[in-house]
């Protein structure tokens, strides 16, 4: 249950950071910019630990904040396409979260534990050099779910293990790679970066 969970967080987390480097782009240009999300809808306002309506409802009684989500958070995205000033992104948005009803993660604790680590993640802090970064994300907030947790019970293969073993197997144009047990793709990303790497410009 956990993967859709963290999809539709980690998706609000990254289009919250989109929206807000647009926002300056747009002022830079004194333009003026529409968010998405109003408050206090944004991954800032409710997400964030430095969030205002996080922090009023952490004050508040316990379990207001799960109530939050699951009653004005989650319906509120899923009518987007019935909000006024209707944009494409809302319809993705709205689309993204039509088969989420409530959270899923058990107590309210967990959760807000959950939102800590998704918003340490942040376009500036993945490896560009990586091919897909965000299996790289999503390896990263695994791997500190299972700490905290005692035991994640996913284990990937370390990068520079992987790039080793790509450089030792030296895959070519033309032939397939196979890896059964892919999880989020590390040895199919570097395969095809060493390809496109080693097989010249005319390669497709």
């Known amino acids: 249950q956990y993967i859709p969970e963290i999809t ?5 987390r990254i289009l919250d950071e989109i929206e807000e480097l647009e926002s300056k782009k747009a002022g830079e240009l004194d333009e003026k910019y529409r968010f998405s999300l109003s408050y206090p809808y944004r991954w800032q ?4 630990p430095w969030g205002s309506k996080r922090i009023q409802l952490q004050m508040s009684s316990p379990g207001l904040f799960l ?13 987007l396409e019935d909000s006024a000033n209707f944009t494409g992104r809302k319809k993705v948005i709205s689309q993204i979260m039509s088969g989420i009803n409530r959270v899923k993660i058990d107590t309210e604790k967990n959760l807000l534990a959950v939102l800590d680590l998704v918003e340490e993640i942040s376009q500036g802090k993945v ?3 990586h ?3 965000i299996s790289q994300v999503y390896e ?16 990937f293969t370390p990068r520079e293990i992987v790039r080793a073993m790509v450089r030792v197997v030296r895959p070519q144009g033309g032939e397939t790679v196979g890896d059964p047990c892919c999880g989020t793709g590390g040895f199919l990303a570097q395969s095809y970066q060493f390809i496109i790497e080693n097989g010249g410009s005319s390669l497709t």
């Open 8 to 12: 539709w967080i980690l998706f609000l």
């Open 45 to 48: 306002d409710w997400g964030s």
């Open 67 to 79: 109530h939050f989500i699951n009653n004005e958070l989650i319906p509120y995205l899923r009518n």
């Open 127 to 129: 490896d560009t050099t």
């Open 131 to 133: 091919v897909f970064p």
């Open 140 to 155: 990263s907030l695994l791997l500190k779910m299972g700490e905290k947790s005692g035991d994640g019970g996913q284990f």
